[in-house]
């Protein structure tokens, strides 16, 4: 009996640490604009602005990450694996989706998405669509200021 409580005890408190996330479908509309196609990158900004995760990388050659500078600064240091979250690059006036996953503890707390652009031989956007970590923001569109038009997330699960 003893073995049991302990076991059933042991898995609740196993349950209530283990962080529960949601996958959100990512929809990402590109402005028409001449030259190479567009090296986007997906990353969750913590409360104070620092980079924290990389979500996803539109863009499989790493030889063309240096062309988005602070996330390249950040992923040298992170050194994550990038070859599960990685696609093809997107062109101008094209669509791209990509499945993300926010971890539900991050949501209202200050957290955002940060969509970073760059083009070969063009400017960086650093900024090109930022997004709030919560329900309301996440549901919206999020309209871009540089290659990215607009962004349009939807949960699916």
Avoid at 1 to 25: E, H, N, P
Avoid at 46 to 65: F, H, R, S
Avoid at 92 to 115: P, V
Wanted: charge should be positive; glycine fraction near 8%.
């Amino acid at each position: 009996m003893k073995k049991v409580l302990f076991t059933l005890i042991l898995g609740l408190i196993s349950l209530s640490t283990w962080a529960q996330s949601s996958k959100y479908k990512c929809l990402i509309q590109m402005n028409s604009y001449k030259g190479e196609a567009a090296y986007v990158v997906i990353s969750l900004i913590n409360p104070q602005g620092k980079y924290e995760k990389t979500l996803a990388v539109l863009g499989p050659d790493k030889k063309w990450y240096n062309t988005l500078p602070e996330w390249h600064k950040f992923e040298t240091k992170a050194k994550t694996q990038l070859n599960a979250i990685t696609g093809a690059s997107v062109g101008g006036g094209d669509r791209a989706t990509r499945t993300i996953e926010i971890d539900d503890s991050k949501l209202n707390k200050g957290y955002k998405l940060r969509f970073e652009s760059a083009v070969e031989e063009q400017k960086y956007v650093l900024k090109d669509v930022e997004i709030n970590v919560s329900p309301e923001a996440l549901a919206e569109r999020a309209e871009g200021t540089g290659y990215i038009k607009f962004v349009k997330l939807s949960k699916t699960q």
